[in-house]
């Protein structure tokens, strides 16, 4: 892997206005769901982000995919800082990065064939003239391991693993660098989701592609990830490469979370030492650092002060926001 | 309350088809399975293999086009195939209680939780409206709610996920049946709160003796939970036995792979083996064993003959063409 950034964050926010019910009818309130996010990714590296729902994963994955406006901060795309972009500035930009999402049934149009939806991103951006579209479209099939016949047809001929295919073919139509992956293979069974995964990791070869894999599936994410990052209530609160986080984990909510995933070993018993409680909603957040109330090791500092994301006394590439992180490494 | 161990409950050779424009189509094949008192059968498997239309069968909860063609239910020495509507109600909620998959699509949005808690105990146990009240709420405080006299007065928007599913469980355990059927309980919710229902799941079983039917497509979640695993393939059960032998020592192809393809995090492969093609739909099934098509190890006879069942212990039986007892 080299290191050519392509896609840098600095200080990254994200602010939701919401009118919420209050004790005096509708109150505006504003829920910050990312929150100083500073984070570099590598060309060619998949880096995942995982977190439980509602951490903001999905609304930092959006940011990144142009979707959403970042409310505070900067963001560098392929060197380019996108910040403050008019929408025809943003276009030749969104070229080079796209999105797969979750739901393979709701993320392709059902009234189109899919040469409709394979060819729609070329016509947007006047490439080729339609015959080479076709042709174009119908290599993308192949590449996703679908015969050219499939082209014809509408999304609902197609079975669950064979649409997220299709997603994926369109994400690759315009040839980007950079694709965010939202959760793509959490609504398939375990032999489909195999085979995307496979058909995932053959194509960031092939394309030499750079991934940001969001997920809340640690087994999925050991499967695929060079690095990973993990967020609580909006912030990145450790991000370690893959061999680290698994084996030497320090945040104590990283912790938490390997302990909870099964293994696959017969021992019918409690998991025992589980984390209590639920994550605090992120429009009523907590003083200090947002894990305090959950944490076994929380103590007065944790509930007066936000932990900085800093590298460990060991590695500098591991990075925890932890108050008693020297106690825990 | 019943010894462990003690069979509570009976499948044998469970046919259910669905009644469409193409006529009857079976969905479930011959599926037979006991159940235990404090102790947990799992069935696995991946979406459409008819797990869930096996569970729904057992309350008689099949949706209007769906017909048990033959074989028979016994709770109890009562057979459930032939009873009629108000006695399977008599049982259902009282005696065999289900949680689902999505707390917030099961619960009534428009009732307080304590009430669709007490719900059941007005209905079965006849108590009064406060007695019932109080035991719903000694039955949140059970599966670990905080501040439950208070909470009990909440609805179901006010909750979390996780804490939602604590009230469906409180609410299928009220009665204190002796089965619990759980469907994909925890597959909606986070890692972190999915441990803990699990482990809310354990103590219960352990302070009721339930016997529990566990479905689940997740071999990670059901080797925290089972006693014994049932694998499904195709609405026909295709290799059965105590977890131990399923979960180290399965011998049917399909098992093999689907153990095999679950990505882990104590091991490390470069590659994820694949299972090519798909399971195939109701009607569709191919000839002689329905796993053939996608079967490594298949050869001629296995599109043509139906596989034989192979007994590898008093436990371990699985139907397959390729692989002999020892």
């Known amino acids: 892997m080299n290191n050519v950034t392509i896609v840098d964050m600095q200080h990254l926010c994200k602010t939701f206005k919401l009118k919420v019910a209050g004790s005096s009818g509708l109150e505006n309130r504003e829920l910050q769901a990312v929150s100083d996010v500073t984070l570099k990714i590598s060309k060619g590296e998949i880096l995942a982000l995982v977190g439980e729902s509602g951490c903001g994963k999905t609304t930092l994955g959006r940011m990144l995919a142009l979707f959403y406006q970042p409310t505070s901060g900067t963001l560098c795309i392929d060197g380019q800082d996108v910040i403050g972009l008019k929408r025809k500035q943003l276009k030749p930009i969104r070229r080079q990065v796209q999105m797969i999402f979750q739901d393979p049934v709701a993320s392709l149009n059902p009234r189109h064939t899919v040469e409709a939806i394979l060819t729609e991103p070329m016509k947007i951006f006047s490439l080729y003239d339609s015959r080479q579209r076709a042709g174009k479209a119908a290599d993308l099939l192949a ?40 959760e793509p293979v959490s609504a398939l069974d375990v032999s489909v989701q195999s085979q995307i995964l496979n058909l995932m990791m053959d194509l960031r070869e092939e394309f030499q592609l750079t991934y940001l894999f969001i997920s809340h599936d640690l087994a999925v994410v050991h499967h695929l990830a060079d690095r990973i990052a993990v967020m609580y209530l909006g912030r990145i609160i450790e991000v370690a490469s893959k061999h680290d986080l698994f084996n030497n984990p320090v945040h104590p909510y990283t912790k938490a979370l390997l302990r909870s995933v099964p293994s696959i070993t017969p021992n019918k018993q409690r998991i025992g030492r589980i984390l209590q409680g639920d994550p605090p909603s992120p429009l009523y957040p907590p003083g200090g650092c947002a894990f305090n109330p959950r944490c076994p090791h929380a103590s007065e500092i944790c509930r007066g002060s936000l932990p900085a994301l800093e590298p460990t006394a060991t590695d500098p590439l591991h990075l925890v926001s932890c108050h008693a992180k020297e106690q825990l490494v | 309350m019943s010894s462990v161990d003690e069979t509570i409950l009976s499948v044998s050779n469970l046919s259910i088809g669905f009644e469409t424009d193409e006529g009857l189509i079976p969905v479930i094949e011959e599926v037979s399975f006991d159940l235990h008192t404090g102790r947990t059968l799992a069935l696995v498997g991946e979406s459409g293999c008819g797990k869930s239309v096996t569970a729904f069968a057992l309350l008689k909860l099949l949706p209007p086009f769906g017909r048990i063609i033959s074989g028979s239910i016994k709770f109890r020495g009562q057979e459930l195939v032939d009873s009629t509507e108000s006695e399977i109600q008599a049982i259902r909620g009282d005696r065999i209680s289900m949680i689902f998959q ?145 979960l180290t020592g399965a011998r049917h192809p399909y098992t093999c792979a689907l153990l095999a393809t679950t990505p882990r995090i104590d091991a490390s492969v470069t590659r994820l083996p694949a299972i090519s093609g798909r399971v195939p739909a109701p009607g569709q099934r191919p000839a002689g064993c329905y796993f053939q098509p996608r079967c490594p190890n298949a050869s001629d006879h296995c599109g043509e003959q139906r596989p034989p069942p192979v007994d590898l212990s008093v436990t371990h039986q699985l139907i397959c063409h390729e692989v002999v007892s020892e």
């Open chain 2, 102 to 246: 999505e707390p917030m699509s099961a619960l009534n949005p428009v009732f307080t939780i304590g009430s669709q808690v007490a719900e059941s105990l007005l209905l079965h146990r006849h108590l009064d409206k406060k007695m019932a009240w109080q035991q719903a709420v000694e039955m949140l405080v059970a599966v670990g709610i905080p501040d439950a006299a208070q909470r009990a007065k909440n609805y179901p928007h006010q909750l979390s996920g996780g804490m939602r599913q604590r009230v469906m469980i409180a609410m299928a355990l009220s009665c204190e049946p002796d089965i619990l059927i759980a469907d994909e309980p925890t597959t909606a919710l986070d890692v972190t709160i999915q441990a803990q229902i699990l482990d809310l799941m354990h103590d219960l079983q352990e302070r009721f003796g339930t016997a529990i039917l566990f479905i689940s497509h997740d071999f990670g979640v059901v080797s925290r939970m089972a006693d014994y695993i049932a694998v499904m393939y195709a609405g026909k059960i295709i290799e059965r036995g105590d977890a131990g032998e399923i």
């Open chain 1, 143 to 182: 590449a996703v391991g679908l015969p050219p016949s499939d082209l014809k047809k509408y999304p609902h001929e197609f079975s669950g693993g064979q649409r997220q295919r299709i997603s994926i073919a369109r994400a690759l139509v315009l040839n980007p660098a950079f694709i965010v992956a939202d």
